[in-house]
């Protein structure tokens, strides 16, 4: 395809090519509607110079730097996120964006709290996926003091002191599982769940929900003792596999963090995939292909650019008022995906 030329985008704005000069080379005073609208275009139609124009459009907004820590940079989720936060950030009109997005190399409290200070020397507010340790807290409380807001994204930590928490209603996520797997299998039987910690806020509600659901609603369920797999895909392929063994009338398995890459294999080695109800969460290579084959009965999704667009929206608030508010939860509802809507 051919490179869009100026002629391109002034169609594509509905403006002139001297009005477009004018914003490219900031000659003379062109209105903020005409520039964005301009800016906007180039976006769409991958105008060369998108970069400067976003230069001229924005020079005069705030600037501000944020920070991110995730976690298991080698996971397809966690590389789908950093790619909707750059975005999100790129998108914001409102000021430009600096973003810094990292991951601790062990999922410690001492690592992780080291991590949160490092990057809270360096930007204004950040943003992090992490156990809740006391030690997560402490370092929470700490950066408060200072002046740097931290938000809890996809499990929540340090609740009370924590400027906010955005992600799902875990809780829901984990009784949808249990209701799926209740509707479609053939018979009673047994269940398992997986979760990577309990100090993951998160997989522990999940957790908490999936139980709940079958001693309120299907208690010819029985729920087998929850395994802990540390999001890890060995750990959760052996422990499959030994479910699988121990437990032959096993009708029902539901991955409630990482590690679903184990669970699939297991499945499919012992040609048990169809025959237990997998359910897994987020729609990454691996969780597509498991339900175009029929491994996996359904993935629970996190709707990453919305929440990372709210994330961005809330971090830049929270360091231009430079002073906690409200002690805020933003919910998003979560995706379903089976093997009909891929």
């Not at 490219?24 to 209105?31: E, I, Q």
């Not at 000021?95 to 020397?121: G, H, N």
């Not at 929900?209 to 369920?221: D, L, Q, T, V």
């Amino acid at each position: 395809m051919r490179r869009p030329t100026i002629s391109d985008l002034a169609k594509a704005s509905g403006v002139s090519v001297a009005t477009i000069d004018r914003v490219l080379n900031g000659r003379l005073p062109v209105r903020e509607q005409t520039a964005r609208r301009v800016y906007e275009a180039a976006q769409d139609i991958g105008y060369h110079a998108v970069g400067l124009l976003r230069q001229r459009v924005f020079e005069d907004v705030p600037r501000y730097q944020l920070a991110f820590l995730l976690q298991k940079p080698m996971q397809s989720f966690y590389q789908a996120f950093a790619k909707e936060i750059e975005a999100a950030a790129a998108a914001m009109t409102a000021a430009k964006l600096q973003v810094q997005i990292d991951y601790p190399a062990v999922s410690t409290p001492s690592v992780i709290a080291e991590k949160m200070r490092a990057l809270a020397a360096r930007n204004q507010a950040v943003a992090v996926v992490a156990p809740d340790y006391p030690a997560v807290e402490a370092i929470v409380d700490e950066l408060k003091e200072k002046g740097i807001p931290v938000f809890s994204v996809l499990s929540d930590f340090a609740a009370g002191v924590r400027e906010g928490y955005l992600g799902l209603d875990n809780r829901k996520v984990g009784r949808s599982a249990a209701w799926t797997i209740a509707r479609t299998a053939r018979k009673p039987g047994k269940v398992a769940c997986f979760v990577g910690s309990h100090r993951f806020h998160g997989h522990e509600l999940r957790e908490l929900g999936f139980r709940s659901y079958f001693r309120e609603n299907a208690p010819e369920f029985e729920v087998l003792e929850t395994l802990i797999n540390f999001d890890a895909v060995d750990v959760t392929h052996e422990a499959t596999l030994d479910l699988l063994q121990k437990h032959p009338d096993l009708i029902g398995l539901y991955v409630a963090g990482g590690g679903m890459e184990g669970a699939i294999a297991a499945l499919r080695e012992e040609n048990r995939a169809g025959d237990v109800t997998l359910i897994v969460n987020e729609l990454v290579p691996e969780s597509k292909g498991a339900l175009m084959d029929g491994t996996v009965a359904m993935a629970i999704c996190t709707p990453l650019p919305l929440l990372c667009r709210e994330l961005i929206t809330q971090m830049v608030s929270s360091v231009e008022r430079s002073a906690q508010t409200t002690v805020r939860q933003t919910f998003f509802p979560f995706e379903i995906y089976i093997s009909e809507n891929i």
